[in-house]
């Protein structure tokens, strides 16, 4: 691959431009401020966003994105962009140098630089509006709004302002007001701007849902649904002040609850093919973004730790992971999943019934994938009675993602989903094996019985199971084998030395049940896995040992073992009987 050119701060190679003024080859990890970036690090360009945004003047566009791919950084540099140079406002100062060399200024004979520097903004974030009370958050809330009314103060001392208009920007300002006007700020704000500067208005707003999570979360959705909604639906639609709005957040959160007056609203979510390259890393950026660093050598398990998305018709990285994967000198980690709570995952993997935890083991599965509808318009209420909104919550949420991108409005559309890559495979399995830690005592207790399974132990590994289904499992949930497979499999993620358990898979003349195979085949066995189980007061059930010895028979039978990898360790077969809350195990370790 042919080498790129730097010149005046800008590094080309392709059609990817990377702009490093400072030429430091520093990567801008945790900043999210375009001035700052653009001065001291490497940026990715992605300043053709801009033409999207102004390709719908009048209109609102909320671009839906998971956490950490870039929504802040780009919402910084609209803002860079736009904002009118005004002496009052401290960091607000002429920003050509910063887009001299991006595409942005470049495209279509540089037709958009007219709009460099010509409109006020209004920039607000709800990153920090998360209490645990509405209350406390609608403080937050006006917090900030009270924050970019005072950063705006000259306002308050215009001589196009009428003395209403500045003692009503004043009471916003110093938080001294009623609802109602708190209900009209964003309009009222968007009008005096638009007044004193005789020129429409930018609104941008970022994580605009993060609000609506927590109260989600803690007990006061329709309050802040119902707040937003006035509040968004004044400013952004039938205002003649507005040039443009642009949203950020996770979750679209729309249907009949925020969004619901807005007709002019664009929506853009994973699924999208409008601005599908504006969020997350191409192939082609992280190709460049190596030869820059002279970190090529990393390119290929960048790949399988972060790459995976479909965003539209294009193929991303995880560009929060990516960056700190080359600013760590290419030691592949878990960066994504340590910034925040993943607290939909979570839930997911600890409140889940065997359905949808059997579904969940299947995605685990190498290549797994599961066939689901994706509702990018869902609500929260509707996890309470959609179970099968979860899978659209994690879609969004990026814990999944699709190569079915067609038709993206299409609701009852059965896509494939597939976990993206290692990384976010490795969030599922921490939170499967936090579970059945759980479950199984603590950790300790667990690698016990991952011990006990490896050397023969027949009468711990029945203790341990009988202990775990004694305390957790009711017995309206034993009617079938499938809960004791769900148990097993989830047990048996974590284990050391060992990969990911394997399921039903086709084998010999049948599929097995269980499969653990070793990552070093020649220090531990292969050990396999079939159950039985016995319906209480049935014939089977009064002779379990016959039973988990029929099951440990089946294996060698069926040939379970012909399709894995046998070291010298060998093998270690296990048949397991249940019935109820009863177990029996029978083992067998096979030399090779």
Known sequence: MAQGTYESGIYRRGDVRLSDLAGRKALPIGVSDFRTVLKNYVFVDKSLLIADVLATPGASLLFCRPRRFGKSLNLSMLQAFFETTIPSIPGVTDTTELFQGLAIWDAEDGRYREHHGAYPVVRLSFGNTKGNEWNETLESIQANIAAEYERHNYLAVSDVLSERDQELFLQVASRNTSQGVWSRSLLTLCELLHKHHKTQVVVLIDEYDAPVMAGYTYGYYDEVVAFLKRWLTGALKDNSALAVGVLTGVQRIS???????????????????ASDERYGFTQMEIDTLAFYRNQTDGIAEARSWYDGYRFGNVDVYNPWSALNYFNSQCTADVYWGNTSRNDILTSLVHDTDDKTMSELYTLMQPDGTL?????????????GIRPEAVWSMLYLAGYLTTNDTKLPNNISLSRVLRIPNREVAHLFRSDIIERFSSIAGDRERLGQLHRALTECKDDVVAKELECILKDNASYHDLYHEAPYHTLLLGLLFGMSGYEDPM????AGHGRFDVRVQPISPDRDPLITIEAKWAAPKSSEATNLPALAQAALAQIEQQVYESSAFIGAAGTVRWGVAFSGKHVICKSERVAR
């Open 255 to 273: 249907k009949e609850s925020i969004f619901s007056d807005l007709n002019n609203l664009i929506v853009s979510t994973s699924l999208s093919v």
């Open 371 to 383: 066939d689901k509808a994706i509702d990018t318009s869902i609500v929260f209420p509707d996890l």
């Open 503 to 506: 399921s039903n898979r086709e």
